[in-house]
């Protein structure tokens, strides 16, 4: 079956660091991939993502490229924010079948002034 | 881009009563809703997956009598905790997707609190 394993966290980093969040997976044939962000409180919203191999999603300072040799979708971002505080996860989903999309544990992240 | 609107975003009950979330998508038709749960630092998983005018498909050891869905349009699926009791304290999620789109966008949330 499919599954997403994501670098166990919490994260804990100073304003401006960068960040890298680990992100593999394991599914058959070719599937979506996703990162979502959850600020405390709050529901899910889609960070970014990409939909075929060699595939960058960007969005708001953070990539992630779709690497299917190393089955991975880590997350980058060159210099984060107090406000980039919040619970990422990693994401897979078929659009072949059902769609049911499968997460990862999330990653806490915590940015220090 | 397509919206999913999700209600209550938070809800306290007793125990022994019942709690309905609404999913509602905005601008776009969603044939299937995904209803998950999250339980406090651990990720989704999903629940049942919700079929515009046909019976809820639920997950392994996720109990039908006890969460009923209901999707009888195809802007409308409804989640409803039937007696409830302290151990459904949960984060109660749904998602969506367009059919224009690829990915699926998720409602806010509801977070129930069983007292």
């Known amino acids: 079956g499919n599954s997403v394993t994501q670098m166990e966290g919490p994260v804990t980093l100073s304003e401006e660091a960068f960040l890298t969040i680990n992100c593999t997976y394991t599914a058959t044939g070719y599937p979506s991939l996703f990162w979502y962000v959850q600020y405390p409180g709050e529901g899910l919203q889609l960070l970014l993502k990409a939909t075929k191999a060699d595939d960058k999603g960007s969005n708001k300072g953070f990539e992630a490229t779709y690497r299917k040799e190393t089955t991975s979708f880590h997350l980058e971002k060159g210099s984060v924010q107090v406000s980039d505080s919040a619970v990422y996860f990693c994401a897979l989903n078929h659009n072949t079948n059902a769609g049911k999309s499968t997460f990862g544990d999330g990653t806490t992240l915590t940015v220090k002034p | 881009g397509a919206v999913v609107s999700q209600h209550p975003s938070r809800v306290i009950c007793k125990s022994g009563t019942s709690v309905k979330i609404e999913c509602r998508s905005l601008?776009?038709?969603?044939?299937?809703m995904f209803w998950y749960r999250q339980f406090p630092k651990q990720s989704l998983m999903l629940m049942a997956t919700?079929?515009?005018?046909?019976?809820?498909?639920?997950e392994q050891g996720v109990e039908k009598d006890k969460f009923l869905i209901n999707h009888a349009s195809l802007t409308l699926s409804t989640l409803t905790v039937t007696s409830a009791h302290p151990e459904d304290s949960s984060f109660y999620i749904c998602?969506?997707?367009?059919?224009?789109?690829?990915?699926?966008?998720f409602g806010s949330g509801t977070r129930l609190t069983v007292v």
């Open positions: 601008d776009f038709q969603a044939t299937t």
């Open positions: 919700s079929n515009e005018g046909s019976k809820a498909t639920y």
């Open positions: 998602s969506a997707r367009d059919r224009g789109q690829r990915g699926y966008t």
